[in-house]
């Protein structure tokens, strides 16, 4: 590498650039950043991304490859003109997998140079970008190709965070209803406290359990019975606010933790949720249909309780006081003080 005043420059901010860039798991922020860098210091167009399975044919069609990021919509040219040309430096193997035979392929087309380069694979598709050189005397060639390789690594460094965090969070999704579990819900209840301490943000606690369900296992056996769950988790997830979360305690069991409401909304929202339940049918095969009610307690934070334990235990005595009353109710301590001042 010719070490010039403009080399040293660049070789700087090329420094900077990758110390500061930090892995955060998106992609679009790598490719924001990358683009940044090259239209700032190498005079470039802006980047595009696209994308292709590694399992095309030879026979390569524009129909098969995905423009993934593309921040300057005008810059899009290079779509239709210059793409397949630039998959001609692919070459197939045995197996018909279509691969980079180099990491950087630059071509000159309409007057104009065209780099691209190989950014990394997820799952089945190959990731490349492309750019073209606008003003032709800051492009530097070896500064290119100490960059494409730092975004190649960098672009493993994502996939590497985005497996773990898969892992992780499946750790916290029930197999029957994929709804959270109780592990997390652990976890969502310390947060929302403390939430409440800094901004004091109230919140409402659901506590959920579905009416003589042990006669469905009994009756239509276990699979039925999963089946069922299956389908009111759906239901009651649909039936919540985006900002709200549910949760299979265990069993036949369900918790909300609904954010930013006053207890008399928050009873109406569990009354709800108990009319739509038992107007609703289940449908869980041809011949098997179910219409179910269940019994909703609610707790609210800070006035039923003060502690994570405390705010679930309290739902929980107001679900079995649902059960008691009758079932295929709601029970909650603002109903109840209604009724005593009555």
Request: aromatic share 10%.
């Amino acid at each position: 590498m010719k070490t010039t005043s403009a080399t040293n420059d660049l070789l700087t901010a090329l420094s900077k650039f990758m110390s500061d860039h930090k892995c955060c798991g998106l992609k679009e922020r790598l490719f924001e950043e990358v683009g940044q860098f090259l239209g700032d210091n190498m005079g470039t167009s802006s980047l595009i991304v696209f994308s292709y399975s590694q399992k095309i044919h030879k026979a390569k069609k524009l129909d098969v490859i995905r423009t993934i990021w593309n921040r300057d919509k005008r810059n899009s040219e290079f779509d239709s003109i210059s793409l397949n040309q630039f998959l001609e430096h692919l070459e197939q193997d045995e197996n018909n997998d279509i691969h980079w035979n180099q990491p950087i392929v630059s071509r000159e087309l309409d007057d104009s140079v065209h780099h691209g380069f190989y950014i990394g694979e997820a799952k089945t598709q190959v990731y490349f970008g492309v750019v073209k050189e606008v003003e032709k005397t800051k492009f530097n060639h070896d500064i290119f190709n100490i960059l494409t390789k730092f975004v190649s690594n960098a672009f493993v460094n994502i996939q590497m965070w985005h497996d773990v965090n898969h892992a992780n969070f499946l750790v916290h999704i029930d197999d029957v209803t994929g709804l959270y579990n109780q592990r997390r819900l652990q976890k969502d209840l310390e947060h929302v406290v403390e939430r409440h301490a800094k901004y004091n943000e109230e919140f409402v606690v659901f506590f959920i359990d579905i009416d003589h369900f042990k006669e469905v296992n009994d009756n239509h056996g276990h699979l039925t019975g999963t089946r069922l769950l299956a389908e009111l988790a759906t239901m009651l997830k649909e039936a919540l606010r985006e900002s709200d979360l549910i949760y299979r305690y265990g069993g036949d069991e369900f918790v909300m933790i609904i954010p930013n409401v006053e207890p008399s909304m928050a009873y109406r929202m569990a009354q709800r949720i108990l009319d739509q339940v038992k107007g609703s049918v289940f449908v869980i095969s041809e011949k098997e249909r179910f219409q179910i009610s269940v019994s909703i307690g609610v707790a609210h934070f800070p006035e039923d309780a003060k502690t994570v334990d405390d705010i679930l235990i309290c739902a929980d005595k107001m679900m079995y006081h649902a059960k008691a009353e009758g079932r295929g109710r709601v029970s909650a301590s603002y109903e109840l003080f209604l009724k005593k001042s009555s």
